[in-house]
């Protein structure tokens, strides 16, 4: 069975500041790993994902992602947040026995403050 | 393009009470995904949807838990009788087609608070 760490619940920061975001997977096979955020009163929307080739995945608002298949992780981070970027974010993985299926982790919450 | 559509947003109930969902995809998706997620947790995955057929259902408690996707569009899912652990959001989410590879898009939820 796949599963998905993520390493702190909660992370304050000032805005400007350089953030990061841990995300560990457990899985036996191949996998895909995406970042979902959650703003307050919506649903998930995909920020990046990684399928294959480049391990070093970006999205449109300059947060970056790094598969480390050695170190089973795919943190996700940001050189300089703004008070926009407060949300919760959650990593995701599937493929192998988990095909279709997405597993998520517990969500961190990013508050950002001015 | 409109996204997933999910009604009611919210919904209080008393234990023991029937209460049901509902989920519109986006147009064109064929693949349905209902999700739980409790406070403080991310979403797990209840039942998944490849038209009308329901190809994984195992983490449905069905004792309790129903669903259905007659036509293979809208969706609906329901809870008789509705348990106070039952308290939790209810998110649907739609694929192009069923596969790690497709993006899941997730509609808002419904927050159901049992009583």
């Known amino acids: 069975a796949q599963s998905v760490t993520q390493l702190d619940s909660q992370v304050p920061v000032f805005e400007e500041a350089p953030v990061e975001l841990r995300c560990n997977y457990s899985?036996?096979?191949?996998?895909?790993l995406f970042w979902y955020v959650q703003y307050p009163n919506q649903g998930l929307q995909l920020l990046l994902k990684?399928?294959?080739?480049?391990?070093l995945v970006e999205s449109i608002n300059g947060f970056e992602a790094e598969f480390n298949k050695s170190q089973t992780s795919f943190h996700l981070r940001k050189p300089s947040v703004h008070i926009s970027d407060t949300a919760e974010y959650f990593c995701?993985?599937?493929?192998?026995?988990?095909?279709?299926?997405?597993?998520f982790g517990q969500g961190t919450i990013l508050t950002v403050h001015p | 393009e409109a996204g997933v559509v999910q009604s009611p947003r919210y919904k209080i109930i008393e234990k023991k009470q029937p209460v049901a969902f509902w989920c519109n995809p986006i147009?064109?998706?064929?693949?349905l995904y209902w999700y739980l997620q409790n406070l403080g947790q991310g979403p797990e995955l209840l039942i998944r949807?490849?038209?009308?057929?329901?190809?994984?259902d195992s983490q449905l408690p069905k004792d309790r838990f129903s669903a259905e996707r007659l036509k293979g569009v809208d969706s609906t899912l329901k809870i008789q009788p509705a348990e106070l652990g039952d308290s939790a959001v209810y998110l649907c989410?739609?694929?192009?087609?069923?596969?790690?590879?497709?993006?899941?898009?997730f509609g808002p939820g419904t927050r159901l608070t049992v009583l």
């Open positions: 989410a739609s694929s192009h087609r069923q596969g790690s590879l497709n993006e899941q898009f």
């Open positions: 899985s036996s096979v191949s996998v895909y």
């Open positions: 990684y399928l294959s080739g480049s391990t």
């Open positions: 995701a993985v599937s493929g192998g026995t988990s095909y279709g299926k997405l597993t």
């Open positions: 147009s064109g998706h064929n693949t």
């Open positions: 949807y490849e038209n009308e057929e329901a190809v994984d």
